[in-house]
């Protein structure tokens, strides 16, 4: 079945240093679109970023993501973290024709160190 | 712009009894309303999927029969926990969405409604 795959739990980085979070996924879908989602604590998932392009970088707040359709990839990228980066991550994918259902991979903790 | 409200917050209810939670969606039609529960361990659960005018489906494990919901118009939808255990504990989310407008999948989250079982 299809499935987004974000490999690591939890991620802790200092701040100023860049950051990196992991997602790949496996569809049958033939269009898709990507998300990025941000949960900070005890506030509601807001989308941070959106993408269907292959191959086209997209940015909001800082964070950038390239969807790669051959690598079957959509990893979220930050050159430098700050301290209110500190947030749970999720990437979901939703088929994007007809009627859609959003899948979220499993999320990333992320922890930003002073 | 588009929010979603989402009420109650919180609710401490007896091992048996139900609990309701309603979201509002305001700022943008919500042709189609997901609701999802993120367990403790923060992963989510699609519970079942509504759009106006169409059946709402429902994921495997879930039921009509547990997790009734209504959405009877674009700006409002409801979800009964019915005779909830403690496996039905957790943070459940809805998510809107204006599928008319071809910005499929973005989903506008409520804050959630919190359910602790006693």
Partial sequence: ?114 | GALVYQYPRRTICKSGTSMRMECQAVGFQATSVAWYRQSPQKTFELIALSTVNSAIKYEQNFTQEKFPISHPNLSFSSMTVLNAYLEDRGLYLCGASNTGTGDTGQLYFGEGSKLTVL
Wanted: hydrophobic residues 30%; glycine residues 6%; contains cysteine.
């Fill in chain 1, 1 to 114: 079945g299809d499935s987004v795959t974000q490999t690591e739990g939890l991620v802790t980085v200092t701040e100023g240093l860049p950051v990196k979070l992991n997602c790949t996924y496996q569809t049958t879908y033939l269009t898709i679109a990507f998300f990025w989602y941000v949960q900070y604590l005890n506030e509601a998932p807001q989308v941070l970023l959106k993408s269907s392009t292959d191959n086209k970088r997209t940015e909001h707040q800082g964070f950038h993501a390239t969807l790669h359709k051959s690598s079957s990839s959509f990893h979220l990228q930050k050159s430098s973290a700050q301290l209110s980066d500190s947030a749970l991550y999720y990437c979901a994918l939703s088929e994007s024709s007809g009627s859609w259902q959003l899948i979220f991979g499993s999320g990333t903790q992320l922890t930003v160190m002073p």
